[in-house]
């Protein structure tokens, strides 16, 4: 069983090789002439206004937190909605069931935004 | 699947519903914070209801939901056993969210869904609900272990366990995945049946180790203890009782279901790695444990040392076994609940009255709580007239009779290495003078102390009720495992 993984192995010290080979080689063969524009972090030359390391409002963080909570609420219900369909063909009465467990789980993340509403979290001052 | 299955999880139901409520009371209305530990108990109350009501029909076991929840005796031993701690946890929090500076209400929300993820996870059959039930469990523990959030040990308590917590979820899920792919089937009577005709399967094996591995985690046993001192020192103490009873008493559930139903047949034998991990926690969390002056942090290191006496009953695989671990895990639930209770009883701001120093004198102030303060310590310990006792012998002899003498010697040396810990705190009560004199019991600390002095001395003198249900309780799960 374990042998029929060698493959992915050597696949695996191939891509490490080339990589490594390729930074190597360049290392040694290029020639290097640096001076403070090429090593900016943007060549193009545009001057940096600032450091880019400073502390960012949490509100942000925030924001991003909330999107990905309803986000995923929709992504969920695509598949649910994908099975409903199949589910509403039979008559033993699930359909009604999983329409059920899709309102329990609105409810739940309704329950949730009321909360983070009613707390501000949307408000922007 | 049908809306009569739905009875089964009702008092799951009952907690989310109360929970969700709990979290919007403050925003649509009433601020007032000392109505919220109210509320909160008659949620608890409802819920106890609800789970007599499952157990009264929970004779025989009934799946529900397919095959993902379980009504067993099991289930239901643990999940009084919750109630009952989340409700003397409740009553120890009202001191602290009393003087307004941190929100009641979400707190009990919090602990509402804490239970409703230990519910979950002790009567889940299938690896996916008992995850689920252990994730609302965690994320729950994570915000509360923050809870102090303007205190920088408790803000970096609540990181540390959220970074270390996700990483250990990650691994017992990359644990579950293989077991389904070495399986295919995530249902433990359908796994159990997998491993009894796959010997030393490769991706078997390995799932299982990190399964194991996010397990331990969870219950806090060497060499997956890192996190422990630090979280239970900086929490607030409430939540430190919480995540070091709570928590851990719902981990070992799953733990012991899973071995116990899930992987019992499990070949090559995999009891020398959790005894391994049984011996290093009971060694590491009692010798470290020796050092502490902050009596959190020593609790936290002998709360290591606990989860690895309890350990000695899921390797036994035996009906004793299996046995000792659900007289332990309640005989530990009322003794540590009641050692946190007199440390809150000291507390006087948020961390100050957790030195060993500021229990000197407590007998003179304090006659009784002194006293209660040694019967809990003597639980712990494990010595006669106190339920610790009955637990230890259960453990130990399932130990010895699973063939791990060694262990037992072990468990037997360190329980009195443990001693010598816990009678510092006794020698400072009753032989040094002190400023402990200041003592203001609030009346819910003093209920919940003598609540625990008296369960602790009753289950010790008069055990054979416990030992009988304990018997009861796993009757199904060891039917299961024999067969």
Known sequence: MTESFVPVLI??????????????????????????SKLAPYEGGVPLLDTNRKRINVRFYQIAMLFIIFDIEAAFIYPWAV????????????ALFALGE????????????IYVWKKKAFDWN | MTWADLLF??????????????????????????VAAKWSMLLLLVATAA?????????????????????????????????????????????????????????????????????FMASGTHLISIYVGLELLSLASYILAGYYKNETRSTEAAMKYFVLGATSSGILLYGMSLIYGACGSLHLEA?????????????????????????????????????????????????????????KVAAFAIFARIFYMGLHSLEPDWNSIIATVAALSMIVGNLAAVTQTNVKRMLAYSSIAHAGYALLGVLAMSEIGLQGVLIYMLVYAFANIGTWAMVMLLRRREYAGENVDDFDGLHKSAPLYAFAMVVFLLSLGGIPPTAGFIGKYYLFAAAISAGYAWLAVIAVLMSAVSMFYYFR????????????????????????VIVCLIATLTLGILPERMIRGAARSIAPIVNLASR
């Not at chain 2, 008092?11 to 929970?19: A, C, F, K, R, T």
């Open chain 2, 191 to 247: 796994i159990s049946q997998a491993v009894a005709t796959m010997a030393g399967n490769q991706a078997l094996i390995i799932g299982v180790m990190l399964l194991g591995a996010g397990l331990c985690f969870k219950v806090a046993a060497v060499p997956f203890h890192v996190w422990t001192p630090d979280v239970y020192t900086g929490a607030p103490t409430p939540v430190t009782a919480f995540l070091s009873t709570a928590s």
């Open chain 2, 51 to 119: 789970a007599i009501y499952v157990a009264a029909g929970a004779g025989i076991p009934s799946l529900a939901l397919g095959t993902l929840f379980v009504a067993d005796p099991f289930a239901v031993f643990f999940k009084l056993l919750f109630v009952v701690v989340i409700a003397m946890i409740t009553l120890l929090s009202a001191e602290f969210l009393e003087d307004g500076r941190y929100s009641a209400w979400e707190y009990y929300s919090l602990m509402a869904f804490a239970l409703c993820g230990m519910m």
């Open chain 2, 9 to 34: 999880l009702l008092p799951e139901i009952v907690l989310s519903i109360g929970g969700c409520l709990l979290l919007l009371a403050p925003v649509i209305g009433g601020r007032n914070n000392g």
């Open chain 1, 102 to 113: 899709m309102f329990v789980f609105v409810t739940l993340l309704a329950v949730g935004y």
């Open chain 2, 425 to 448: 705190l006794v020698v400072a009560m009753y032989l040094k003078d002190g400023a402990a004199a200041d003592v203001i019991p609030s009346r819910q600390v003093r209920f919940i």
């Open chain 1, 83 to 94: 099975i409903y369909r199949d589910a509403t063909m039979t008559s033993s009465g699930i």
């Open chain 1, 11 to 36: 696949l695996i010290l191939f891509g490490i090789a080339l990589g490594a080979g390729m930074l190597i080689v360049n290392w040694y063969v290029g020639t290097h002439r640096r001076n403070p």
